[in-house]
């Protein structure tokens, strides 16, 4: 009987997934036809006719949740919103009621597109200049008056509009961790602050909070929000904007967002826990081992070729820059990866309760976002690195807990990653490479992250258990794990 009820799911299941593709093809060819009809119109009317059959395609693509290259870039779309949204910017002095419709319909069409490659054409195609153009070509003034649309006349209207989804739409952008970097360079920090400072609370305040936290959370370029901000409004401190945002929140979402800013500036440290981050290296012998043998291990790595590298899988923490080179995990020896580092694994094997190890390597201008341990297995485990390669200008480090710790080749430090931790590397130029080993540790509870453990304690295996020290799941996810090609060359 559960045979029977599975199979008639499964044809069910495929039944449905048959339909769903089949209706998904028609959109594609649909959306095909109207890109290539709105390339070939005249007139603005005819323009806003398809563009407005392409925000509805969009917002319906949303709802797919399709995670490959949106069909609207893929049927070329991308070019002509662009297009209309520069040549809007471009007549700022005097742009026609048209162009700000056809701009004002891009820029809603920009805001429904999503996934990393979606994101990676846009951001390539030059969009956001023009974002940033938008939202810096709305005079002031129109916000004091914005509350009686009678007052606005339409074009006003439209300027308001086009700059909320080019807003929306770097927030989504900025999503992507590695864009944050470029935005900044680009110097659209200096665009967001200068909006908040004088922002009244609603939609477009929360989706600039929600771009200057992703900002905030990369390590790389968060040190110029407050740069930033004093540059702009010198004989304002950052406490006064602090203050006008968390005092009326209109928004409990925004209010989590502007919080979340705050502990990643370190202005709010209530993720710092009471307990022991660091440990003494002296207190665990096989450190000397590892700091005596450090030129071997690292002859040994220097001599794997680039495809050995695998991309870090939880891509949550780092979409790109983060790989790894793996030779024992959760007490697994991985065979093939040993094989090629024999003298490294002969000294590893000497480690009391080793777990996990590899090669860590962060490239140039990467940032690592804070996160915490393994459920079930951090709690029994402390942490060593041991530096190979490290940048020499000082701009790579951990960061456990709010205290910064940085690498020297050669040598060890060990700590708790069941504290919030992240890591960064911003050298413009050289890849941070550190070997990590996870081993067991048992100590007094009251050391460990007090908040590191959730859901019902009794739970909790004890320490003496036999039982796997992390989910079964995962590690079979870990070890079957076929990974993107790493990024960067070992050396």
């Not at 009820?5 to 093809?25: P, Y």
């Not at 700059?163 to 739409?169: G, H, N």
Request: charged share 25%; aromatic share 10%.
């Amino acid at each position: 009987k559960s045979f029977a009820l599975k199979s008639h799911h499964c044809r069910i299941h495929i039944w449905t997934s048959d339909l769903v593709r089949n209706l998904f093809s028609m959109d594609i060819k649909e959306i095909r036809t109207d890109v290539e009809a709105l390339r070939e119109a005249k007139t603005h009317l005819d323009k806003a006719q398809y563009l407005r059959k392409l925000v509805v395609a969009a917002e319906n693509l949303v709802a797919e949740n399709t995670t490959e290259l949106s069909p609207l870039v893929a049927a070329g779309a991308l070019p002509l919103l662009l297009r209309f949204v520069d040549e809007a910017d471009s007549a700022a002095a005097a742009p026609t009621l048209g162009a700000l419709h056809l701009a004002y319909h891009s820029t809603v069409i920009l805001s429904n597109l999503y996934g990393d490659a979606t994101t990676m054409v846009i951001v390539q195609a030059g969009a956001l200049p023009l974002l940033i153009r938008c939202v810096e070509a709305v005079e002031p003034s129109l916000d004091t008056i914005s509350d009686d649309p009678n007052v606005l006349t339409e074009k006003e209207k439209l300027l308001l509009k086009i700059r909320s989804k080019a807003l929306e739409t770097i927030a989504n952008i900025l999503e992507n961790n590695p864009y944050t970097a470029l935005f900044v360079d680009m110097g659209g920090l200096s665009c967001l602050l200068s909006f908040l400072a004088m922002a009244k609370p609603g939609e477009d305040r929360k989706e600039t909070i929600r771009a200057l936290l992703y900002i905030s959370e990369n390590a790389i370029v968060r040190e110029e929000i407050m740069k930033t901000y004093v540059d702009l409004f010198p004989g304002n401190p950052f406490a006064d904007l602090q203050t006008k945002l968390l005092k009326y929140p209109t928004d409990k979402e925004e209010k989590s967002f502007f919080l979340d800013i705050l502990r990643s500036l370190d202005i709010l440290t209530d993720y710092i826990k009471p307990g022991k981050v660091f440990y003494d290296v002296a207190d665990f012998p096989f450190i000397k081992l590892l700091e005596d043998n450090y030129a071997v291990i690292k002859e040994e790595f220097l001599k794997l070729e680039q495809h050995h590298l695998v991309s870090w899988p939880e891509k949550y923490l780092c979409k790109k820059g983060w790989d790894v080179f793996g030779l024992f995990a959760f007490k697994n020896r991985l065979a093939e990866n040993c094989e090629l580092c024999p003298q490294t694994t002969k000294i590893l094997e000497q480690i009391p309760g080793m777990t996990t190890v590899m090669f860590s390597c962060i490239q140039p201008r990467t940032h690592i976002r804070p996160h915490v341990g393994y459920y079930q297995y951090s709690n029994r485990i402390l942490r060593c690195h041991l530096g190979i390669t490290i940048p020499k200008d000082g701009q790579t480090a951990l960061k456990v807990n709010g205290q910064i710790q940085t690498w020297e080749e050669g040598k060890c430090f060990v700590f708790d990653d069941t504290f919030r931790h992240e890591a960064y590397n911003k050298s413009p130029t050289t890849t941070r490479v550190v070997l990590m080993i996870d081993f067991e540790f048992k100590t007094d509870p009251s050391l460990r992250n007090p908040d590191f453990f959730w859901g019902d304690p009794k739970a909790m295996p004890e320490p003496d258990d036999d039982e796997a020290i992390i989910s079964p799941d995962l590690l079979a996810a870990l070890m079957n794990y076929k990974s993107d090609p790493a990024n960067v060359k070992p050396s």
